[in-house]
């Protein structure tokens, strides 16, 4: 069986996962959809990412956000058939990354409470965040994928979703 392997990148709170939710909604008889999230803090997670290719029973395979291993060095996704970078307005998906960090930390009270006692810093430098997505988007125009919003990439992925039923 062919493989169409797929990846999906974007600035963190842009909405990677919530297309991964979509996608496996909507097409869960076709697809695999994989959260990177679950394998880049592997040992290897290059490789990790060509197990899911080989062992899937599915023809097209998601993955979902960023493909860099725990030592914030990137790795190529095997066999990729198209890479998407999830992009619109940078104002935006700061202020959904911004109210998504506070919920957490608001959740994970204690939690967050002793890792700040114990010297943890929380950043939230609007500035930084926007040259993290700078450096990003630079690196994924490289590898040339193509960016696009949610409406444009979900519709792109159905198309090559109803071409391998």
Do not use: C
């Not at 914030?72 to 999830?86: E, R, W």
């Not at 104002?91 to 009270?109: A, G, V």
């Not at 990003?136 to 949610?150: H, R, V």
């Amino acid at each position: 069986m062919k493989k169409i392997v797929l990846h999906i990148a974007g600035p963190s709170g842009s909405g990677k996962s919530y297309i991964g939710a979509l996608l496996r909604n909507k097409h869960a008889n076709y697809i695999r959809v994989v959260d990177l999230d679950d394998i880049t803090e592997k040992p290897n997670p290059k490789d990790a990412v060509k197990m899911v290719i080989d062992k899937s029973r599915k023809s097209v395979i998601v993955f979902v956000g960023h493909n860099v291993d725990k030592n914030g060095d990137f790795f190529d996704i095997p066999n990729l058939y198209i890479g998407y970078y999830l992009f619109y307005n940078v104002d935006k998906i700061l202020k959904r990354r911004f109210n998504r960090d506070i919920q957490y930390l608001n959740n994970h009270k204690i939690d967050a409470y002793n890792r700040f006692k114990s010297g943890t810093e929380f950043i939230f430098s609007y500035s930084q965040w926007k040259d993290e997505i700078e450096k990003d988007k630079k690196i994924y125009l490289s590898k040339n994928y193509l960016f696009g919003s949610q409406r444009v990439i979900l519709a792109n992925i159905g198309k090559i979703i109803a071409s391998n039923k």
